[in-house]
């Protein structure tokens, strides 16, 4: 069974910085993806960036390009999302998500534009504010 648990959210104020981390468990597959998606209260989910297994290639929406990282650490099976200069849009719960169509989705979250990934966190809350 494919679990995925983030973590690393929190309260910040703009300008601000987190870590989150979706550490990953029971995918044996190795061509896959792992993305970062976000919601807040009132608003669709949106994509936020995206890493593939295949290659490390990394994908960002233009809203967050220039200031969140996404890395993994194979060893460890996490994927983490280093978001920096945070403003209050950047607010809301972050979910990480796995999916075997790797490019689709992470092609799709350039866009900005929410997937409908096979595997989902329980997400976490990032909060920013003065």
């Known amino acids: 069974q494919v679990q995925l648990v983030e973590s690393g959210g929190g309260s910040v104020q703009p300008g601000g910085s987190l870590r989150l981390s979706c550490a990953v468990s029971?995918?044996?597959?190795?061509?896959?993806?792992i993305a970062w998606f976000r919601q807040a209260p009132g608003k669709k989910r949106e994509g936020v960036s995206c890493?593939?297994?295949?290659?490390?290639?990394?994908f960002y929406a233009g809203t967050v390009k220039g200031r969140f990282t996404i890395s993994r650490d194979s060893a460890k099976n996490t994927v983490f999302l280093q978001m920096n200069s945070l403003k209050p849009d950047d607010a809301g719960t972050y979910f990480c998500?796995?999916?075997?169509?790797?490019?689709?989705?992470?092609?799709?979250?350039?866009?900005?534009?929410?997937?409908?990934?096979?595997?989902w966190g329980q997400g976490t809350q990032v909060v920013v504010s003065v």
């Open positions: 029971g995918y044996t597959r190795s061509y896959h993806a």
């Open positions: 890493i593939k297994s295949e290659d490390g290639s990394t």
């Open positions: 998500a796995l999916d075997e169509h790797a490019q689709t989705m992470c092609l799709t979250i350039t866009y900005g534009r929410s997937y409908e990934a096979s595997n």
